[in-house]
């Protein structure tokens, strides 16, 4: 037994992952765009856009074929977030869509729902992804659907 038995503390439970990740393959379903969802607990010194462009890049987001992936960033303990969306998608939806959903976090933070806030938050990306990019035959899922978790 180690020094620590009990272990570091996970930044969402098992049922709220299972939530999360199932809202994204929902969001996902009737869209060839994709949304990953990154949680981490701090956001520390840095700007959470800047942290969420540099994620963006590893996870090689850019890459999807029609610029149509979106990024959720959340770094928890600080209540901070960035959503990012590719070329392709911010150009058809635009800025307005984008504080539209950061202020739906905001309020679902404040209130102390934030897997709330994250779940409704994927839902109304994956809308706008299946207005402007819809699911076509030849689509497959270029990104994992996964929640990835950073420090």
Request: charged share 30%; with cysteine; aromatic share 8%.
């Amino acid at each position: 037994m180690g020094l620590f038995p009990f272990g570091k503390k996970e930044l969402l439970q098992e049922p709220e992952k299972e939530r999360l990740v199932q809202a994204i393959r929902t969001a996902e379903r009737l869209t060839s765009g994709e949304i990953r969802l990154f949680v981490e607990s701090r956001c520390a010194y840095v700007d959470p856009m800047d942290r969420a462009q540099e994620i963006f890049l590893s996870l090689g987001m850019e890459k999807t074929k029609q610029h149509n992936g979106v990024l959720l960033y959340v770094a928890l303990k600080d209540r901070q977030f960035a959503i990012l969306g590719d070329k392709g998608i911010h150009d058809k939806v635009g800025d307005h869509f984008w504080q539209k959903e950061a202020h739906l976090l905001k309020v679902h933070f404040s209130q102390q729902r934030v897997v709330e806030g994250m779940e409704e938050c994927i839902k109304e990306i994956g809308e706008s992804l299946h207005t402007h990019f819809p699911y076509a035959a030849s689509d497959e899922n270029e990104l994992p659907d996964d929640i990835i978790f950073g420090r």
